[in-house]
């Protein structure tokens, strides 16, 4: 989409880790910032720190899951601001641990934020994006949306299911001719933001900057980029998880470190 210059955009999970981070990186490119989360303090604090470095943003509380808070949010929105050019659909959770030891409350709080939060999102800011001269939708999946995760099981599939959701929407929007709204899907292996402390990197990978991948992020969206694979093996995963024999790319799953890698999770909670 070329120069993000005065371009609006919404963050979800703006208060902390990549939302944050990525609020810093699209406010270097001289966007404004719709941040919102789900915390008023900290949404507040990355509000205030964006405000006293230049940037034009406004802060929101909002669940993802509560849809008459999204409709709220929007009419807000466009009554301070306007409508937004470029959605970040970043807010996300992970209760890790046995299938069984883990409540099943918290598996379905995970497909209730990762997965329906993403869609009534979607739903209620693409109009948005399509009025716009040049919008772009951007969904933050993971490298576990490629592979079956042991101790991540609701986490991993609901990455699936965002994967899926966003190939779909890329499809329809290019079926119908609407060249001018991207679509970028991002699938990062671990982040060093604390939602997965404890958990292994794959064997080769490290714990991945925040920085360093909101750049490749904000990047991404410049140049209409469709993925984000990082770091280098999730660039081949899916081929080794398609191609192979299932047994086999089990065996380079185990290799890797991947179908032990949530052995050790705390998250937060470390
Ligand atoms: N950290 C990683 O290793 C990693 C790897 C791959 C993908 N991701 C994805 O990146 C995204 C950001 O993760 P992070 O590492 O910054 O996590 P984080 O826990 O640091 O931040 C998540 C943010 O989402 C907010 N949030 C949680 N539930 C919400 C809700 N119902 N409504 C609105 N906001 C809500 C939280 O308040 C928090 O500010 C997530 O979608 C995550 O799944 C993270």
């Not at 190939?167 to 982040?191: D, F, N, W």
Request: aromatic letters at 8%; proline letters at 4%.
């Amino acid at each position: 989409m070329g120069s993000l210059q005065l371009k609006r955009v919404l963050i979800t999970g703006a208060a902390g880790g990549l939302g944050r981070t990525l609020a810093k990186h699209f406010a270097a490119e001289g966007c404004e910032l719709v941040l919102t989360d789900l915390h008023e303090e900290p949404l507040e604090a990355t509000r205030t720190e964006l405000s006293q470095s230049g940037t034009r943003c406004r802060a929101y509380v909002l669940d993802v899951t509560d849809d008459a808070a999204i409709q709220d949010v929007r009419r807000r929105v466009h009554e301070d601001l306007g409508a937004v050019d470029i959605l970040v659909n970043n807010a996300g959770v992970v209760f890790g641990g046995p299938f069984l030891e883990v409540p099943l409350e918290q598996h379905r709080l995970t497909y209730r934020v990762n997965v329906e939060g993403v869609v009534a999102m979607t739903h209620a800011f693409l109009p948005d994006l399509m009025e716009s001269s040049r919008g772009h939708l951007t969904f933050i999946a993971s490298a576990s949306g490629f592979i079956g995760l042991p101790n991540g099981s609701t986490y991993a599939s609901s990455k699936w299911a965002v994967i899926g959701f966003a190939e779909s929407i890329r499809a329809e929007l290019k079926a119908r001719g609407t060249r001018h709204v991207g679509v970028t899907t991002v699938c990062p292996t671990y982040i060093d933001t604390g939602m997965f402390t404890g958990a292994k990197p794959p064997k080769t990978a490290k714990m991945l900057d925040p920085d360093e991948i909101a750049k490749k992020i904000v990047e991404a969206v410049r140049k209409e980029q469709i993925w984000v694979l990082e770091p280098w093996i999730v660039k081949v995963t899916p081929f080794i998880k398609n191609c192979l024999p299932t047994k086999i790319a089990d065996f380079v799953a185990d290799a890797f470190g991947a179908s032990s890698s949530m052995d050790q999770w705390q998250g937060h909670g470390s």
